[in-house]
């Protein structure tokens, strides 16, 4: 055994809590503290491996360092396939950390090391939950679930495919969480405790297996950290700090049956952290003896507060090897390399240590065929997926886990070409500045860069866009490519594919799990509020010094205090006021407290989704229709358009030989009892009542109209499918195919109007009535002049060549019927013209390109309100990849901006939406101002137009345009 | 964690007479597609006394931010004069680059600057009034200090959860006394040497 401690390997003194060698051996993190905030810090490996890579200053020994952990970090875990690292910390916070290949060196400016980042780690992801200190974080075996714990008392279940869904909220500690190992088999996970337990918890229903508590109650809670950890054969769990006869030990506990009988005794103190060798080993076969056949056997290392480390083989009853005064304070972490030969120590006294075993020493490792066969002996066949090679050989039991085949040989090689080593990778620095170079570029910078002049007269420059971030890049496609584990559908919380994956939880001998969706919302809105009082206090305590240092009036302090002072006392600054200093801990208390209802307002959301989702798939079939009229009276978009099957139960079989029905569109399905809201007022309702009494074999039904105490009622002959109301008017659609529209008073405005077809919506406004059919055609009337404005209109011109369907209707209150496609794109049909007119494009590639934010002044920046707001969506995405723009001539840009204005302008007047209309012309205006030469005429022609149309109505336009032109 | 991140600030046209205005090259990072403009400014102080005296040299607003690496060149003009305490002219003082998003100051870079005559006559005996156009201004570019501050970045109504004031590397000041020609005391900024006057 050769022993090392890389001095260089520090954090400037600061202690080091956790290290963690990546998955490829080629590197190594560390976590601590930092200068001011917590630190995470990449190392290259190869420097600790090698004398000659030490001496070499060409190879860099520090490769990446991020202190965007606000306080210190507890915890860093490399994900198993190495591209992604957790680190979590005192701030309460997950980070999860990627490589971003294509940006070059750069230094974290302003700190006091000079030395450039080689590789640039990103954190792509902020896990916020925990209500205080996250004190350990663990990948699950094929890095489907991230799991962290925290002195909340709680561990948390990240979905490590969909980031930051918590798939649960491990709830039972009534202490201090302080480490967490998973089973390498997946089947469970064990967390240790300040409350004097272990907790095994099963990953199929996350409900407790295990509770263990007899080898712990005489622990006290000294230690910083309880880092457990389970055998790689998932035979064995082996807990940190526990006692036996008063003597500090670390308990084994066995998998069959969760039997206590054997601990690691020898520690002096508690032991705080327990890592297993990733290797199963065998006997080293001796030359010329005889084969003999030895049993399999695992390596463990053991660290203590003792300040001493020892390694133990499970075949042998005395340790291996044990290590005294290695540091001058308590061991905190861990690891060892993949292939089981090294391991790195850290402490709290802020160093790291390297032990690098020989096979002599340990045994021959086995390979992982052989390690696997471990598994299958023990947990039989169908045990989770453990290698790639056996993925492929893995019968395919259900439809995700072919999708995942295919993706994984599709993303392989991709993968391959990743690999991640320090040579093989020189980041390059991907110009988007057509072949200049970034020295040529900052020379003319002053003179190149765009700059503008806001609504407000203020400066605004266009920074100048040097390297793209793939800001996808972390988005559910890479975390995707990790195989799916048995049960692991629970992840995504859909009942049904757990039912369909008991198959597989069957012949794996787990209990096939009971619904847990029922549990999960339930659970985790619930929060802990005695969230670690020890970190407000430190923190409290790091603000407080902070404020008498700068409080002091001595005049180069003061100069020195004026580095870290807020500007909210100076002239022309309007910071947010800060109550910094004056109570720092009532802060830190109030800060938490306001954190809460946010993660329980995150939680209830998704509650509600998920009973969406249930009910969704409950319905399917008999209610989905309807369940797709309530959402067209909110306004959301449809989105299963698509999968829906046309209902058919509804009508009678003659309309199916209607031959003009070629375009169909879903007609909602007959319910018993339903009520709607009128539009246009909060207080005005609908209800039907289908089948309310049966009068001499037909049945009748009731709709009944109400406002503010006021109602009336009428009977219809055939049951109603859909209701439809204004403030003036209401129309309902029968399953008998008719059409009967009554007054908000409740006369009958005309007879029943009769369809060739059922009706698949229906909308009112004003005095107009827009009716769609099942076979796609529109119809609009103005039922007070008794008109038609649109005339069994076809949607073919508009349906045809996609196969969008319609995910949204309306009327706007001038009678303009608007259609949204799940495509996208949203057309209304112009009566005059007697066309559909395109009107807005979720992929337009104008309203991505434009960048007219500088005109949008304060009042109207929150948007108009109307009928284009509405289809276009109020958070109208312009201007999104204007950046990506960047290196294109500001003239083309300009274009873009000044076309997709234009567009907008002549889509408010086509949907003769006055207030629209004047919120675009007003911007247009100022663009036409601030970026083009002015062209007063041009505005002005609009502003007569204005004139025309708006109900507000502009005595002048002329005077209005121009002023509005001397205003900006 | 903060959504953008500056990278560098490179002080353009230094050292410079007194009335030149002020350039930083600012290279910054982001994140996320930010959905508003970045506000920076430059503020002179004045005064290491009074924040009275401090002036906003200029402030600018940089806009679109997409993810991704951007820079940019703040220039502004020299500050006041006759704002300026005339005991305060000469020497050493601070001028401070801020940061906001929505309002909340996220960084603080500060320097030190330095002005002198350059004259050796006017440096040993220096005018009652000060004469500005014989000033050099010096901006000790080697060492900014930087502050960073925890804000919410998103749009929501939340106050701020966590505001605390982080400096880092608060005993690391250089008493401005000590600057010309001696090493830095070490504190905890070992690598770094004024390289400048």
Known sequence: MKLLKPSWVNHNGKPIFSVDIHPDGTKFATGGQGEDSGKVVIWNMAPVLREEDERNENIPKLLCQMDNHLACVNCVRWSNNGLYLAS???????????????????????SSSKLANVEQWRCVMILRNHTGDVMDVAWSPHDVWLASCSVDNTIVIWNARKFPEIVMTLKGHTGLVKGLTWDPVGKYIASQADDRSLKVWRTMDWQLETNITKPFSECGGTTH??????????????????????????????????????????HRKAVTVVKFNPKIFKKKQKNGSTPKPSCPYCCCAVGSK?????????????????????????????????????????????????????????????????????????????????????????????PEMLKYQQERQGNQNPNEAQGIGPENQTPKLTNVLNGESLEDIRKNLLKKQVETRTADGRRRITPLCIAQLDTADFLPALFNSVPILPGSSASTQLTPQISSDSSTANSLGLRPSHDP????????????????????NSIGMKSNLLLTSASKIEPMKALDSRFTERSKAMPGVTSVPLTIGITPLDRVKDSSSVKEPKGKDETSSDSEDKIMVKSIAKRKGEMEGAEVVEKRKKGRPRKDAKTMPFPQTPVEPSRLTTPIAVLKLPTPSIQKSFSTQVSTDGVTYLEVENEVSVVSGSRLSQLKWS????????????????????????????????????????????????????????????????????????????????????????????????DATVSQSFLTQQGVAVVSLSNGKTYCFNSSLETWNLIADKQDSLVQCTDFRNCVSAQDALGSMGPLALTQGRNLSAGRLASRLSSTPHHLQQGMTLAFLEKQLSSALILLS?????????????????????????????????????????SRPESFTISTCRQI | MAKVQVLNVAVLDNPSPFRNPFQFEITFECMEDLPEDLEWKIIYVGSAESEEYDQVLDSVLVGPVPAGRHMFVFQADAPNTGLIPESDAVGVTVVLITCTYRGQEFIRIGYYVNNE?????????????????????????????????HINWEATMEKMEDSENVDPAPNAMLPPTSMPGKAPPLGLMPDNSMDCL
């Open chain 1, 88 to 110: 979590g910390g005192d701030d309460k916070l997950v980070m999860v950390w990627k490589r971003a290949a294509f940006i070059g060196p750069s230094t974290v400016f302003g």
């Open chain 1, 306 to 398: 003792d300040r001493s480390l020892s390694v133990w083989l499970t075949s042998l009853k005395r340790p291996l090897v044990v290590i005294h005064d290695l540091f001058d304070k308590s061991i905190m972490d861990i690891t060892w390399t993949l292939n089981g030969l090294g391991l790195l120590v850290c402490s709290m006294d802020g160093t790291v240590a390297f032990l690098d075993f020989s096979q002599d020493e340990l045994g021959d490792p086995l390979n992982e065929e052989e390690k696997n066969a471990i598994h299958q002996n023990i947990y039989g066949k169908s045990l989770a997926i453990t290698m790639e090679s056996q993925l492929s050989s893995t019968i395919i039991e259900n």
């Open chain 1, 225 to 266: 950290v309880l880092r457990l950890s389970w055998s790689p054969d998932g035979q064995y769990l082996v807990s940190a700090h526990a006692m036996n006869n008063s003597g500090p030990t670390a308990q084994i506990i066995e998998r069959d049956g969760w039997k206590t009988n054997m601990d690691f005794v020898g």
């Open chain 1, 517 to 536: 969706t029922t549990t999960s919302p339930n659970k985790t809105a619930e929060d802990n509020k005695d969230s670690g009082t020890a970190a407000v």
């Open chain 1, 707 to 802: 406002r503010e105490g006021r109602e009336w009622d009428v009977l219809l002959p055939s049951r109603i499918i859909i209701a439809a109301g204004s403030s003036n008017v209401v129309a309902v659609a029968c399953e008998d195919r008719t059409l009967s529209v009554f007054t908000a008073c409740g006369r009958r405005l005309i007879p029943s109007i009769i369809l060739p077809v059922p009706m698949s919506a229906l909308h009112c406004s004003g005095h107009f009535v827009m009716a769609l059919t099942a076979s796609a055609m529109l119809s609009v009337w103005d039922v007070q002049k008794q008109t038609a404005l649109v005339k069994n209109e076809s949607l073919n011109p508009i349906l045809s060549g996609t």
């Open chain 1, 914 to 954: 006055a207030s629209e209309y004047r919120h675009w012309l007003l911007i247009y205006a100022r663009f036409l101002v601030n970026e083009v030469e002015v062209n007063e005429r041009s505005i002005c022609q609009r502003g007569n137009l204005t004139g025309d149309l708006t109900t507000e109505k502009l």
């Open chain 2, 117 to 149: 005559y350059t004259d050796p006559e006017l440096r040993e005996n220096p005018p009652v009034k000060p004469d500005y156009t014989q000033l050099q201004r010096n901006i000790l570019a080697s060492n900014p200090r930087v502050t960073r501050f």
